[in-house]
């Protein structure tokens, strides 16, 4: 077995987890599997330390991720202001804002980020950033199996697995690498339960979600001679399928799917003025270049950020962002 390359960080972690005993967990806003996943797993090792553990991740979180162990310990903001952390966590987070701004920073409150968005900032005191890891669960995963595999419990592998599952797209993306495969292997091994995660966070659907999608591919526009996919979820669809807007994790991957697609756009109207943009693309389009000129980021293939603006002004900026990128001028041989 290789040696560990955060093998330094994680000591420093696990000396800074054993002297705190008031933990803040912060994952990003509108937090996915791999956030959520992450941010259990970890919060289940802390409160084992005997810490007082407050998990917050701002916008909305899907209700199916309310059904894992110590999901309970997710909070709303009137217990957030009133907490007062002597140890903080950033999870799958790539810059503060991420975080709606809610790290704390005060003397003596040491900040740990745990990310692998190549776009991360560093802004910890304690960086664990590997933008090679699949995942922010293998991050935690290989944190835990250094400082305290007894923290691997049943219910904490299948937090972790469900974080893996979810940010490889059931271990098909393009980020599906051998590290993946073999974490994923291995939470099995310690009570994560695959075909029951899988049947739970892919296959089931709530109706809602559904009529939601019907509504969405409905926006669908391919353009670009094939080469660009671009769809949309307005508030007046939300009103009339009786949804929420977590119910529209991934449906960018339908507009990604598509034969020749190459760049992929989900734009989601968050109010009259803010629209929430979700990219996708394929070969070496780098989507986190483009949604770091709009103040967001992530990776190569898939990428995010917010607009201040209306959504028919932002389907125009999108699709005229996607086309120069396909034209040539967008495209980026590194990661950003």
Request: charged share 25%; net charge negative; with cysteine.
């Amino acid at each position: 077995m290789s040696e560990e390359r955060f093998a330094r960080e994680f000591d420093a972690v696990a000396s800074l987890a054993a002297e705190r005993r008031r933990v803040l967990v912060l994952g990003h806003v509108d937090p996915d599997g791999d956030c959520v996943g992450s941010m259990l797993a970890l919060a289940q090792y802390l409160v084992g330390l005997g810490s007082e553990v407050v998990c917050f991740a701002p916008g909305e979180m899907a209700d199916v991720y309310r059904d894992l162990p110590l999901a309970r310990l997710f909070a709303g903001e009137d217990r957030l202001d009133s907490f007062e952390p002597d140890l903080v966590f950033a999870l799958d987070s790539p810059t503060a804002a991420r975080t709606a701004n809610r790290i704390r920073r005060g003397p003596g409150v040491p900040v740990v980020n745990i990310d692998h968005h190549p776009t991360n900032e560093r802004y910890g005191d304690v960086n664990v950033v590997d933008e090679s890891a699949s995942a922010a669960a293998i991050l935690v995963y290989r944190l835990l199996a250094r400082v305290a595999p007894a923290a691997l419990t049943p219910e904490a592998a299948g937090c972790l697995y469900v974080g893996v599952l979810m940010d490889t797209g059931g271990f098909r993306f393009r980020n599906t690498n051998a590290e993946a495969l073999a974490a994923a292997a291995r939470l099995v091994e310690l009570g994560a339960r695959p075909h029951e995660l899988a049947h739970d966070f892919l296959y089931v659907k709530k109706l809602s979600s559904l009529r939601l999608l019907s509504l969405s591919l409905a926006s669908l526009e391919v353009s670009g001679g094939g080469r660009i996919g671009l769809m949309h979820v307005s508030r007046r669809m939300l009103e009339e399928a009786g949804g929420i807007m977590s119910d529209t994790e991934g449906f960018v991957d339908y507009a990604a799917s598509i034969d020749d697609v190459e760049l992929a756009a989900l734009l989601r109207e968050l109010g009259p003025a803010e629209v929430r943009v979700s990219l996708r693309s394929r070969n070496d389009f780098n989507v986190a270049a483009l949604a770091e000129t709009h103040g967001g980021g992530g990776h190569r293939n898939a990428a995010g950020f917010t607009m201040r603006t209306g959504l028919g002004e932002a389907r125009r900026i999108v699709l005229r962002s996607l086309e120069e990128m396909l034209a040539g001028r967008g495209r980026a041989g590194g990661d950003a």
